[in-house]
């Protein structure tokens, strides 16, 4: 984002300029909804603001965010202060995110990205609208225009753009791309569009699809289908990585039969990746697991507790030493539910698995109340 003429102004006014500006833009992204999204490599540019951000944001970042700094604009131009005026231009690509690291966010994408705010078509739409009515215009790439536009995620129509050709004097940069005005005024409403004009492209750049049409709708796809697998988890018991493996074949299999810029791409891409998911996590659920009859047969048979402990046993319970010196038999009284865990214990005992149910049962210390020990029956104590 930059502001226009704001050289004109006197020195002293820069920096309150730019640090109102960050501030305003901060807030716009507030009301947004975009308090959440990251914003990587974020610098000051002397009269206005540059950040990247994951791709999936890009629908939201043309509207709401700048309806709403639209909004905010306007409100401000509407005191006494020195009026502002933005420019910002959207653009997608892949980046190198290194914080802290020299080269952070450079690569060809981020200087077009900053091509398309200095070109003439977005400072010449700026000039034309009315000084007090449009505070703010919108330039975004071609890209962006056929997957997140036309593609159907952004809440703003395709017929609110209007196709431009993008060119900076003095530079080799000349790219097609579209403008949205969230508030047109001024000579904009006088300007004439022939939508059957053709737009002068470079050389080498064809009408055809491309493959950073199909990236940017992987990239808008993923966070609904990151959504979807989460359902799918809560409601069928299924493995998420089995999930998550099943979506990436359908999206694989699904992008080879949409066609990114057309509408509803989006939707027919999350359908073919979210319905294969669904259809393992059925399958998975009419599995059962069933014992292994054959190995178990297999498996010499133990011997009964009672067989393999012929001697009953005897508890002797020697009260805690008293200052009274006073002691009173007890008498125990036994559940059925104890009696039926015991036999339980024993049977797991024989079993060979003793560790694990005590492991289950996870014993913990209790008060003292006597001494236990055990001995055989008819034996010296």
């Known amino acids: 984002m930059d502001a226009k003429d704001s050289t004109r102004l006197p020195s002293i006014q820069h920096a309150p300029l730019i640090r109102f500006i960050i501030e305003i833009i901060h807030r716009g992204l507030e009301d947004a909804g975009l308090s959440e999204m990251r914003r990587e490599f974020e610098s000051n540019t002397g009269d206005g603001l540059a950040f990247g951000f994951d791709p999936s944001w890009l629908p ?8 709403v700094l639209d909004t905010l604009l306007h409100r401000h131009n509407t005191g006494a202060g020195p009026h502002i005026r933005l420019r910002m231009s959207i653009h997608v690509g892949p980046v190198p995110v290194t914080p802290g690291l020299p080269g952070d966010g450079n690569a060809a994408p981020r200087s077009e990205t900053h091509r398309l705010l200095d070109c003439e ?8 609208a009315g000084e007090d009515g449009t505070p ?6 071609d890209a962006v225009h056929r997957a997140v536009v036309l593609g159907g995620y952004c809440a703003v129509p395709p017929s609110r753009f209007t196709e431009v050709q993008a060119e900076v004097t003095g530079k080799d940069f000349a790219q097609s791309a579209w403008m949205y005005v969230p508030s047109p005024s001024g000579g904009l409403l006088r300007r004439p569009v022939d939508p059957t004009a053709p737009v002068k492209r470079p050389t080498g750049e064809t009408e055809g699809v491309g493959g950073a049409s199909v990236l940017i709708l992987v990239w808008c796809t993923v966070p609904r289908l990151r959504r979807a697998v989460w359902r799918i988890s809560s409601r069928l018991p299924t493995d998420r990585a089995d999930l998550e493996a099943e979506v990436v074949q359908g999206v694989l299999e699904g992008i080879r039969e949409v066609d990114p810029p057309a509408p509803g ?59 009274d010196g006073l002691a009173a038999p007890i008498r125990f009284t036994t559940s059925k539910q104890r009696i039926e865990g015991q036999r339980l214990g024993a049977l797991a005992e024989g079993m060979g698995l003793r560790h694990v149910v005590h492991r289950a049962r996870r014993p ?18």
């Open 60 to 67: 939201l970042v043309i509207s709401p965010f700048a309806d």
């Open 265 to 323: 791409a989006a939707e027919r891409l999350m359908r073919a990746a979210s319905g294969r998911a669904w259809r393992l996590a059925c399958n998975t659920v009419q599995e059962r697991l069933v014992p292994d009859l054959a190995n178990v047969a297999a498996v010499p048979r133990a011997l009964p507790y009672e067989d393999r402990h012929p001697s009953p046993w005897v508890v002797h319970i020697t009260p805690p030493d008293r200052a």
């Open 364 to 381: 913990g210390p209790g008060r003292r109340i006597g001494t236990l020990s055990l001995a055989p029956y008819g034996s010296l104590r």
């Open 121 to 128: 078509a977005a400072r010449g739409w700026l000039a034309d």
């Open 136 to 141: 703010l215009v919108v330039i975004v790439s």
